[in-house]
T-cell receptor, first 111, second 113 residues
Framework: EAAVTQSPRSKVAVTGGKVTLSCHQTNNHDYMYWYRQDTGHGLRLIHYSYVADSTEKGDIPDGYKASRPSQENFSLILELASLSQTAVYFC??????????FGPGTRLTVL | GDSVTQKQGQVTLSEDDFLFINCTYSTTTYPTLFWYVQYPGQGPQLLLKVTTANNKGISRGFEATYDKGTTSFHLQKASVQESDSAVYFCALVFPGGNYKPTFGKGTSLVVHP
């Protein structure tokens, strides 16, 4: 069974603070993704990676950084959190067939 | 540029009704198409995949079809149940591109008993 885990599952952050969201997969997949989900916007791709030590910008990368130190781990970093970054964040992994397996999500609230 | 449109924001049905959800895409190449389903409080999960090779996929009573002529793809189910209530997303990956998937905005399906 494919497995993608995310931590923390929920987070309250202060405006201007640094937030790191972590994702770990045991699928042996090369591709990993970070999305945010807001009501009415569906899933929007922030960053993705198709190999360790390399990341690519998605559709809405501004205000976010990503890090892929190993095949299994992919982090999303908000250096200066803002109110507009309150959302649910999903991580996913896939192989070259692009069938994505999603984690359970992290609910981030920025106050 | 490449894009996908999922116009139906919400669909409300009764049990045993027929479900039809449609997505259209704009691209110069033939993409690989996916349908994902998201239940409340969970991450999306893959429901179906359709490629240019097979043009159709079937899973859990759902059927996805691919119409290259109209650059659209559909998700349908003959008889929905209350347990099918969820959000359904279409998604595409464009071959020869940069491996970046694109999701539609989702269709919230509510099925009344």
């Amino acid at each position: 069974e494919a497995a993608v885990t995310q931590s923390p599952r929920s987070k309250v952050a202060v405006t201007g603070g640094k937030v790191t969201l972590s994702c770990h997969q045991t699928n042996n997949h090369d591709y990993m993704y970070w999305y945010r989900q807001d009501t009415g916007h569906g899933l929007r791709l922030i960053h993705y990676s198709y190999v360790a030590d390399s990341t690519e910008k998605g559709d809405i990368p501004d205000g976010y950084k990503a890090s892929r130190p190993s095949q299994e781990n992919f982090s999303l970093i908000l250096e200066l959190a803002s109110l507009s970054q309150t959302a649910v964040y999903f991580c996913a992994s896939s192989d070259e067939r692009f069938e994505q397996y999603f984690g359970p999500g992290t609910r981030l609230t920025v106050l | 540029g490449d894009s996908v449109t999922q116009k139906q924001g919400q669909v409300t049905l009764s049990e045993d009704d027929f479900l039809f959800i449609n997505c259209t895409y704009s691209t110069t190449t033939y993409p690989t198409l996916f349908w994902y389903v998201q239940y409340p409080g969970q991450g999306p999960q893959l429901l179906l995949k359709v490629t240019t090779a097979n043009n159709k996929g079937i899973s859990r009573g759902f059927e996805a079809t691919y119409d290259k002529g109209t650059t659209s793809f559909h998700l349908q189910k003959a008889s929905v149940q209350e347990s099918d209530s969820a959000v359904y997303f279409c998604a595409l990956v464009f071959p020869g591109g940069n491996y970046k998937p694109t999701f539609g905005k989702g269709t919230s399906l509510v099925v009344h008993p």
